[in-house]
């Protein structure tokens, strides 16, 4: 398996550009999350998914969009980029079944910045 | 909403000693307490986690123990090794889902 891939894995963008970052899983897993560590500030959750066609917000939403159309793929959008935006964004899945049920699997991270 | 405190940013021991790393959180109604490893350039790797109705959890060098009514919970480390120097962050959460992140602590282990 490979796990948690994200794509890219760096990415400069000018203020006001979109872009969308990819985050796929193989391990079959229901939940996917988005999260942006920021130095100093831990990790913040973004949205996050339950399962194919099921999004909601985390704790930072705004000026990011979701969609999860297969149980495998879960792409962060950002519609107009804005500076506040540049981060260290990394995707995570999960699932509630087996010995490993509960652990969230982190990707390698896009490190992204807006100018 | 959660808020999660964590203490010391930074750590310095030399190698065989112990580490210890400490956090709080606000909502009673957290249940899930994970600790995750961040390597330089990855991505945070679990490496223990204890939910609210255990006081204490090891794994080897590893230990979590947890005080529901301080709403504290801490990270062990015996024996330290360079292998060990990294980003510690812990995480509190009431459904395994929505985790709230401390800030995270730097761990060097000197040779």
């Known amino acids: 398996n490979a796990g948690v891939t994200q794509t890219p894995k760096f990415q400069v963008l000018k203020t006001g550009q979109s872009m969308t970052l990819q985050c796929a899983q193989d391990?079959?897993?229901?939940?996917m999350s988005w999260y942006r560590q920021d130095p100093g500030m831990g990790l913040r959750l973004i949205h996050y998914s339950v399962g194919a066609g099921i999004t909601d917000q985390g704790e930072v939403p705004n000026g990011y969009n979701v969609s999860r159309s297969t149980t495998e793929d879960f792409p962060l959008r950002l519609l107009s980029a804005a500076p506040s935006q540049t981060s260290v964004y990394f995707c995570?899945?999960?699932?509630?079944?087996?010995?490993?049920?509960?652990?969230?699997?982190f990707g390698p991270g896009t490190r992204l910045t807006v100018l | 909403g959660e808020n999660v405190e964590q203490h010391p940013s930074t750590l310095s021991v030399q190698e065989g000693d112990s580490a210890v790393i400490k956090c709080t959180y606000s909502?009673?109604?957290?249940?899930?307490f994970p600790w995750y490893k961040q390597e330089l350039g990855k991505g945070p790797q679990l490496i223990i986690d204890?939910?609210?109705?255990?006081g204490e959890k090891k794994d080897q060098r590893i230990a979590v123990t947890l005080n529901k009514t301080a709403k504290h919970f801490s990270l062990h480390i015996t024996e330290t090794q360079p292998e060990d120097s990294a980003v510690y962050f812990c995480?509190?959460?009431?459904?395994?889902?929505?985790?709230?992140f401390g800030t995270g602590t730097r761990l060097l282990v000197s040779p």
């Open positions: 204890i939910r609210s109705n255990v």
């Open positions: 995480a509190a959460s009431i459904d395994f889902q929505k985790l709230v």
């Open positions: 995570a899945s999960r699932t509630t079944a087996g010995p490993k049920g509960n652990e969230q699997f």
């Open positions: 909502d009673s109604a957290s249940n899930y």
């Open positions: 391990m079959n897993h229901e939940y």
